[in-house]
Structures are given as structure tokens and as C-alpha cells.
């Protein structure tokens, strides 16, 4: 029951690499790499458990953290076009964003 | 011991699956133009390698490439990538021979020098006769962590972990210092540049 897991996570993460291959826009390209990081999350839970060493959770839960944090990171780069720049802004930013191509 | 077998048989599978997906990550890297989809590209690249490090047991070396190749050089990679072009320029065919030479007459160095390794989990491997035995049967009782290397790391060789550390820090702070950040920094400089160009 578990290994239909794995295989089933193994399947999506295919997917996912063929959206990140194909993407169009910039933000298929993101979108697909977060949801791969979540899905290889579950992945590393789950083979814990095919192994039989569910020690394996705790690293899962610290590649969730770095892969949220990345997230943010590349979204946050993509909308100021900088790293130095605070999340919360009083006026308006200006919009620089140019990957994305069908807006 | 037949459960232990369905288990080898398993980590099997799942390397070969994994290697399978970063074979196809390296070629779809090396024929892309796009330099946004190859930062991606690479920081898929290291997240499945690291999911093959976990699978092969070796955690801290999975953490690490998790947390700088994933994490840290897919941001200092689109830092990089904001300094340039977003597209790599089209390389001519004779330029793209010769690599592949390179990478065929390297791949097989490798794979000569693999022929010579023990076997993986050998038990008379040297790694496993000499001081290694040593740690594995005093590691539950010193310290009482299931994983040996971060027995190793964090405690037997804590104070060279430390040193370590704070080395990396030191070159992280004097890179930091030498690029500036904030308005004087060096990205920001060369954007003002652009801007009154532009």
C-alpha cells in the first residue's frame, strides 16, 4: 500500500519535471518546481516507511522549510527584482516583472 | 531475512528511477537556451539528488546539497542571471563537440575508477575495518543518535565542526562586505547605470 505511494509520488514528480521542461510561462516554471518539492517531500516521508525507519519524517519536515523559504525567495526576486527589499511596503510597488507573457 | 531483500530490492528501484530523472534534468539543461528555466532546472537537479543521498543513507550529505544547491545557489544563481541576458546565446555545432568529448572521456574515467570501490555496505571495505567499527559500537552508548555521521560531526568532531563553520562565515561576511548590499551595493549601482542609460 505504501510502495503505490512511492509509486504514485514518483509518477507526479514526472509530471511535474514535464511541466518544468515545458512551461510556457515563468510561473509554470515556479508553480511546477514548488509543487515538485512538495511532492518529493511526501516522497521522503513515505520511503521512511517503505524502509521501515520513519526517522526519515524529520528530514522531510526540514525539506519542506527550504523549499517554501526558496519559494518565496525566487517569487519575491521575480517582483522587486532584488533580494534587499522588504515584504511589507507602504506605497504600491512598481511593477517590474517581465517573464510573465500572458498577462 | 526476507524482508530485508523486498527492502534492497526497493532502494534499487528507486535508484535507478532517480538517476533516471537526472539524466533527463542534465540533457534538458545542457540544450536549453532559457537561462530562467536552467536555474530552475538545476535547483530540481539538486533537490532529486538529494532524495537520492536519503535513499543511499547518507543524510548530511542530502541536508547539505538540499540546503545550498536547492536553497542558496538557485538564489545566488537569479541573482547572477539579473546582471546578464535571460537567454544564453546559441553556440556554434563545433563548440558543442568538443564538450561532449570531454564529458564522454570523463564519464569513463569514472566509471573505470568505480570498478576498483567495494561494493556498497561492504562490511571488509577499509571505511568499515579500521576506526569506523569503533564508532559504530560506541556512538548508542556516548551519544544515543540513530545516525552515526551526525555522531561523528556534531560530537566526536565538534570542535572541527566549529572551526568549519566559522570559516564559512568569515568568507560569507567578507563577500558580503566586498559586493556591499543595500542601496551601495553592487547589483544596485549597476542598475542605476541601466536606468539612466535606458
Not at chain 1, 3 to 15: D, E, Q, R, T, Y
Amino acid at each position: 500500500m505504501i510502495g503505490a505511494a512511492a509509486v504514485a509520488l514518483i509518477v507526479a514528480i514526472g509530471l511535474m519535471l514535464i511541466r518544468v521542461l515545458l512551461g510556457p510561462t515563468l510561473y509554470d516554471r515556479v508553480l511546477a518546481v514548488n509543487s515538485m518539492g512538495t511532492k518529493i517531500v511526501l516522497f521522503i516521508g513515505v520511503l521512511g516507511f517503505v524502509l521501515g525507519r520513519p526517522d526519515f519524517l524529520d528530514i522531510s519536515v526540514l525539506y519542506a522549510l527550504i523549499n517554501f523559504v526558496s519559494t518565496i525567495a525566487i517569487l519575491k526576486f521575480f517582483r522587486y527584482r532584488s533580494f534587499q527589499v522588504p515584504l511589507m511596503r507602504r506605497t504600491a510597488p512598481r511593477r517590474t516583472v517581465q517573464g510573465g507573457d500572458d498577462e | 531475512m526476507t524482508g530485508y531483500e523486498g527492502a534492497d530490492l526497493a532502494i534499487a528501484l528507486i535508484n535507478v528511477v532517480l538517476l533516471g530523472l537526472l539524466f533527463v534534468i542534465g540533457v534538458a539543461i545542457a540544450r536549453m537556451r532559457s537561462l530562467f528555466a536552467i536555474v530552475m532546472l538545476s535547483g530540481v537537479y539538486s533537490l532529486i539528488s538529494a532524495t537520492w543521498f536519503v535513499a543511499l543513507d547518507a543524510v548530511d550529505v542530502a541536508f547539505t546539497e538540499a540546503a545550498v544547491g536547492a536553497g542558496i545557489s538557485t538564489a545566488l544563481l537569479l541573482g547572477a542571471m539579473l546582471l546578464t541576458s535571460r537567454t544564453a546565446k546559441p553556440e556554434p555545432r563545433a563548440m558543442r563537440i568538443v564538450p561532449l568529448f570531454a564529458v564522454i572521456a570523463v564519464g569513463c574515467m569514472l566509471v573505470y575508477a568505480t570498478i576498483d570501490l567495494p561494493a556498497f555496505g561492504d562490511p571488509d571495505s577499509p571505511a568499515n575495518t579500521y576506526v569506523g567499527t569503533a564508532y559504530l559500537e560506541r556512538t548508542p552508548e556516548d551519544i544515543g543518535v540513530p545516525n552515526i555521521v551526525t555522531a561523528v560531526l556534531a560530537s566526536y568532531r565538534g570542535f572541527d565542526t566549529l572551526g568549519e563553520t566559522g570559516v564559512v562565515f568569515a568568507a560569507a561576511l567578507s563577500v558580503i562586505l566586498l559586493l556591499g548590499f543595500g542601496e551601495r551595493s553592487l547589483s544596485a549601482s549597476l542598475r542605476k547605470k541601466t536606468d539612466k542609460k535606458g
